[in-house]
């Protein structure tokens, strides 16, 4: 099986561009990574953190591309109407809550959920190809405070 720095260095070469250190490092970053989401400023500070490479904004933001567009990460706009972006590699699907008081990211996945996408599809004679599904809401701790009598 292909690493996800072989099929960068792979997708990179085969668009004509350079596989320079900042995109490694930038790749790096992200694969080291705990956080499941991110946006384009929160992975400069992280690259510019680190002990590689610096890269720059714009290296950053054309990199991310890159990433997106060979498969590696799934941008999405979740919360603020900024792109976050979530590793592909190693991930199973998973959909998301989404906290429209906090911004918090709730994963989860629903056996039960996908079996209904699939009968639905059938049903239309539809052949699905990718899904997205974002819940948005109130996350338990947001509740929570709302609930609470002001003093």
Known sequence: M??????????VRREGLKVTRQRLAIL?????????????EDLV??????????????SVYRT???????GLLRKEMLHDQVSHYEKTVGEEHHDHMIC??????????????ERLQDKL???????PESHVLHIRGICHSCAAKQRKPKS
């Open 45 to 58: 500070a992280m690259v510019n953190a680190g002990r590689g490479p610096k890269a720059s904004r714009s």
């Open 28 to 40: 790096e970053t992200i694969l080291r990574s705990e956080r499941a989401h991110f946006n384009a």
């Open 64 to 70: 991310l591309e890159l990433l997106k567009d060979c």
């Open 121 to 127: 599809c059938r049903e239309q004679g539809f052949k």
């Open 2 to 11: 292909q690493s996800a720095r072989e099929a960068f260095v792979e997708y």
């Open 100 to 113: 429209n008081a906090c911004g918090c990211i709730i994963e989860f996945s629903s056996e039960e959920l």
